[in-house]
């Protein structure tokens, strides 16, 4: 078999002083290029998002969220139904109420199971995360479709937001924004 020969590359060799004459002799009719007075910013692309490894996580998150309450005695107002992460100011949560932040998404869970539900609710907040959005509305329902006309998904829905290290505040949504029926919830930023 033959030999292959590499490309491996060679120390420069030292310029003499002969053919340094012959260059500028070369060159010196030559106008250097104007140098631009702008600076180019490299472009900044949008960090990817793995799905194939949002899938393979899909079980896994869905089965990470308890259906535990930790309201034993639910308060008598939804507006008592609120979370702030311990250590947030309460400005945050004044700001949520108001609509300070701008709803980026919004994830409806109208007719699913609760297990569903759970699923989908996973994968909604651990894609938001990966986009980077701040506030989301999760539209859970009243209860008016379901058999005994109470709302089955409200309370664990809430439930699980608690339980996810990336929401760190939600409350119920103002009228405009679905009333009882929803959830503001904000985020962490990445």
Excluded: Y
């Amino acid at each position: 078999m033959g030999s292959r020969r590499r490309n491996v590359p060679q120390p420069l060799a030292a310029v003499t002083a002969e053919e340094s004459v012959t260059f500028r002799a070369a060159v010196q009719d030559v106008t250097p290029l104007q140098v631009s007075p702008r600076a180019e910013h490299p472009r900044v692309l949008p960090r990817p998002v793995a799905h194939r490894r949002t899938a393979d996580e899909r079980p896994a998150l869905a089965d990470s969220l308890s259906d535990h309450s930790p309201w034993e005695n639910p308060p008598e107002s939804d507006e008592a139904l609120c979370f702030l992460r311990p250590g947030l100011s309460p400005q945050i949560l004044r700001r949520l109420r108001r609509g300070h932040w701008g709803i980026q998404a919004e994830l409806d869970l109208h007719g699913l199971t609760v297990d569903e539900a759970r699923g989908q609710l996973a994968q909604f907040l651990a894609e938001s995360t990966q986009l980077g959005l701040r506030c989301v509305r999760i539209i859970h329902g009243k209860g008016h479709g379901s058999p005994q006309r109470e709302p089955v998904l409200k309370g664990r829905v809430r439930a699980w937001l608690m339980q996810r290290d990336e929401v760190l505040a939600f409350c119920q949504a103002r009228a405009a924004d679905g009333g009882s029926g929803a959830a503001i919830a904000l985020l962490r930023a990445t």
